[in-house]
């Protein structure tokens, strides 16, 4: 698969795709601007927008050879459980200085076991994508029909253009990795005429899937959002929102879809199915260790309320590290994109100032650990006002600030020369204070 990261040591949770997320000051991507000193690896420039192959071929291979790394990885190996020694969850005597045991199988199958006195877990969320069911869970059907189902973001203008290229495909999800799937069919329609796209969400507001537009500190990912409500209004793809679906059956012309669009039953027939709704953690390897997780979100719990979505939709979280990553198990943190548990947005800068801390904490140096500082960009969206139907007009978000504009289509028209968009009398103030008071959208 082809997922953007955001500029090297930079967010990497923005648009995994075609489209190059912009850079972000961070602190040089962790400590690999130290460790890689070493003739053997040299640092990329820092402005690229590299892919997430690129990433691992000119960023993470190369410091993997570096001796000080290269002592300590196992490559290739699968964890199946951590635990301390000799104790199960229930025991309390003893266990906070008894040291963590690693249960992992290497590439050839052996089992090992890996005695360690602290554990931080960065297995990500890459491999347990959500299935496509609005409740949770996969769709009756889901499971038979994996042949023609693909999750996460596949690889469809390139490798695996043959499956996509003239077929009718519906994409299912309302993040950034759903909009680059369909701009990227959008993009394979063009040389392959007899492609059809149609993208299902299963809410009904896509202000979120949208994005900030211009006001969007990531300016790639703001013009995805950008692009896709373009390719909506000229109908270069069909959008359903809200759509769930109920059932999945295989029929001689492909994958009959049934389910509910808004308040009334619809049939969808495709030829295949990309589900880009999201990831959950794997927490099945932490069974015998005490975490504490939220209940909705699945994250630690002093991070979860910062990152909910439910609570609110900006891209700007506060600094957090050792202390907001804490669990009842002394020695053992998670981070990464697992420390968010459910939450649909991580940037790569986040996890790296969460592992400075961390390991700060574990060695001791309680005041670096608490020493966090990280400015986040801004998505630009703030509410969870619609920006695009009836009630939104022509505006695609809010103007950029200081901008002498209405809204982000006048915005962009202006600076194309154009007098405008047209937009009408102003709209009422919105009441947000990341949306300026005068805007018409």
């Known amino acids: 698969m082809r997922r953007r990261g955001g500029g090297w040591g930079r967010p990497g949770g923005g648009p995994p795709s075609p489209r190059r997320s912009p850079p972000c000051p961070t602190?040089?991507?962790?400590?690999?601007?130290?460790?890689?000193?070493?003739?053997a690896w040299q640092a990329p420039n820092p402005k690229a927008?590299?892919?997430?192959?690129?990433?691992?071929r000119?960023?993470?291979?190369?410091l993997a050879a570096v001796p000080a790394v290269a002592a300590g990885l196992r490559l290739s190996a699968t964890v199946t459980a951590v635990t301390r020694r000799g104790l199960d969850k229930m025991t309390d005597r003893g266990r906070g200085d008894t040291p963590f045991e690693i249960r992992w199988t290497a590439a050839d199958g052996v089992q090992h076991r890996t005695l360690t006195r602290a554990v931080i877990d960065a297995s990500g969320t890459w491999?347990?994508?959500?299935p496509m069911g609005a409740d949770g869970l996969p769709v009756p059907g889901e499971a038979e029909n994996r042949d023609r189902i693909a999750y996460g973001i596949p690889d469809v203008y390139g490798r695996e253009r043959a499956d996509y290229a003239g077929r009718r495909v519906l994409v299912v999800g309302s993040g950034h990795s759903a909009i680059?799937?369909?701009l990227d069919l959008i993009r394979l329609q063009g040389e392959a005429p007899g492609t059809e796209v149609l993208w299902a969400i299963r809410r009904a507001g896509i202000d979120r899937l949208l994005g900030g537009g211009l006001n969007d500190?990531?300016?790639?990912?703001?013009?995805?959002?950008?692009?896709a409500k373009a390719a909506i209004e000229n109908g270069s793809l069909e959008m359903l929102a809200p759509f769930a679906a109920e059932r999945i059956e295989r029929t001689a012309d492909g994958l009959s879809i049934a389910g509910r669009q808004g308040d009334r039953e619809r049939t969808l027939v495709v030829d295949r199915v990309v589900v880009a709704t999201g990831l959950r953690p794997d927490l099945s390897i932490l069974r015998e260790l005490?975490?504490?997780?939220?209940?909705?979100?699945?994250?630690?719990?002093?991070?979860?309320?910062?990152?909910?979505p439910n609570l609110h939709s900006c891209g700007s979280v506060p600094a957090h590290g050792a202390a907001e990553l804490a669990q009842p198990e002394p020695g053992f943190y998670i981070v990464g994109s697992k420390s968010y548990g459910r939450a649909p947005t991580f940037l790569m800068a986040t996890g790296y100032e969460q592992v400075r801390s961390v390991v700060?904490?574990?060695?001791?140096?309680?005041?670096?650990?608490?020493?966090?500082?990280?400015?986040?960009?801004?998505?630009?969206?703030?509410?969870?006002?619609?920006?695009?139907?009836?009630?939104?007009?022509?505006?695609?978000?809010?103007?950029?600030?200081?901008?002498?504009a209405c809204c982000a289509a006048d915005a962009v028209a202006k600076t194309a020369g154009a007098a405008g968009c047209g937009c009408g009398t102003p709209a009422p103030a919105v009441v947000d204070e990341k949306v300026p008071a005068t805007a018409c959208c």
């Open 27 to 39: 602190r040089g991507g962790g400590g690999a601007g130290r460790l890689g000193e070493a003739p």
């Open 217 to 227: 500190q990531l300016p790639e990912r703001g013009a995805l959002g950008l692009a």
């Open 290 to 308: 005490r975490v504490a997780l939220d209940p909705a979100v699945e994250a630690p719990p002093a991070l979860a309320p910062l990152i909910d």
């Open 360 to 404: 700060a904490m574990l060695a001791g140096d309680v005041k670096a650990a608490r020493e966090v500082h990280l400015v986040l960009p801004e998505t630009g969206v703030c509410s969870t006002a619609s920006i695009v139907g009836p009630e939104a007009g022509c505006c695609g978000g809010p103007a950029p600030a200081k901008a002498d």
């Open 127 to 130: 491999a347990t994508p959500n």
């Open 58 to 62: 000119r960023y993470l291979e190369p």
């Open 49 to 56: 927008l590299p892919t997430g192959g690129e990433i691992v």
């Open 180 to 182: 680059n799937v369909a």
